[in-house]
């Protein structure tokens, strides 16, 4: 087989799977994300409760990220658009894509099948899959034994400095989307993007079958380390404790090349992050604990003041 024609899945959620997906799309066509739905927060987590559905948001990246550049505008801009908060307004924070996704889930009965009816309307190139099909909530155990429930008490910020997750799970347990299971035994790579260590890497690998999928895939699993910590999650961490918790949760399934970023990050911007105390990932630590591959790459862009992925992260794993 061609590398050009070779399988990669992409499992996260957010912003990591979007960047990567929306660059990597355009030198490979055999792309399938698998995202996390186990969402809690804002007008995705609103839909949730008020709705019944599994929240879309993380879906609506992906598709994104995946649909043609080369469609109608507007309706790209259509799927991204949120509506600004105004009074009362129950449309606060809300984005079209998601409350799409949503009907479309009632009209079609079914949450892969109206992420297939969004897929055809955009034109996506690949498969958007979620990462399973039951409700549950994100729950992290901290290191005083309090337990928070919720990826948006996470995401929120609501840990105090002198408490660390020491552990995370879902409750009640989620099985595998077939889909996704049956996308991960037949990829030639799979890559575990970047984002939020707990809230949108590690939910995929606590669904049940996912980690005994990645056990059985003769594919090259390849992890791509953030750029930045985030408070509350991955305080202070440097690249070998990013890699030391995924090994963790992924039972000792050999990662077979970690990529993680080697450029020094304007310091003004880096300022812009204080208040959030978030700071760049360093490749500090002990490297060697594991027999990886670890991959050192300039992986920032920095366009609009604001520190991101770069594009070439997708020409790296194609290239692998």
Request: glycine content about 8%; hydrophobic content about 40%.
């Amino acid at each position: 087989m061609s590398k050009i024609n070779e399988s990669i899945v992409l499992v996260g959620g957010g912003g990591g799977v979007y960047r990567v997906a929306r660059f990597l799309k355009h030198i490979r066509p055999n792309i399938s994300t698998i995202q996390t739905v186990f969402d809690h927060g804002r007008h995705s987590g609103q839909l949730r409760d008020e709705r019944g559905v599994l929240p879309p948001g993380d879906i609506r990246q992906a598709i994104l990220a995946l649909s043609d550049d080369n469609q109608e505008p507007i309706l790209r801009k259509l799927m991204s658009y949120r509506f600004s908060e105004k009074g009362n307004s129950s449309l606060n924070n809300a984005t079209v894509g998601n409350i799409l996704l949503t009907a479309l889930t009632e009209i079609e009965g079914s949450l892969p099948a109206a992420i297939n009816a969004l897929c055809r309307l955009c034109n996506v190139r690949g498969r958007v899959l979620p990462v399973s099909l039951n409700n549950a909530d994100l729950c992290v155990e901290l290191n005083d034994g309090s337990i928070l429930r919720g990826e948006g008490n996470i995401d929120n910020r609501l840990i105090e400095d002198d408490r660390v997750i020491r552990r995370a799970y879902l409750e009640p347990k989620a099985n595998i989307f077939v889909g996704a299971y049956e996308a991960l035994l037949e990829a030639d790579k799979i890559v575990l993007c970047p984002g939020d260590l707990y809230t949108s890497l590690i939910p995929n690998l606590l669904v049940d079958g996912f980690v005994d999928a990645l056990l059985q895939s003769k594919a090259m699993l390849i992890y791509v380390v953030n750029i930045m910590t985030k408070k509350a999650e991955t305080d202070g961490f440097t690249v070998s404790d990013f890699v030391c918790v995924v090994h963790e949760y992924i039972r000792n399934r050999e990662i077979n090349i970690v990529i993680y970023n080697s450029e020094v990050i304007d310091p003004a911007i880096v300022e812009k992050y204080s208040t959030e105390k978030s700071q760049p990932v360093f490749p500090n630590g002990n490297l060697g604990t594991y027999a990886y591959k670890f991959l050192a790459t300039p992986l920032v862009d920095t366009s609009g003041g604001i520190i991101r992925h770069h594009e070439r992260i997708a020409s790296v794993i194609a290239d692998l």
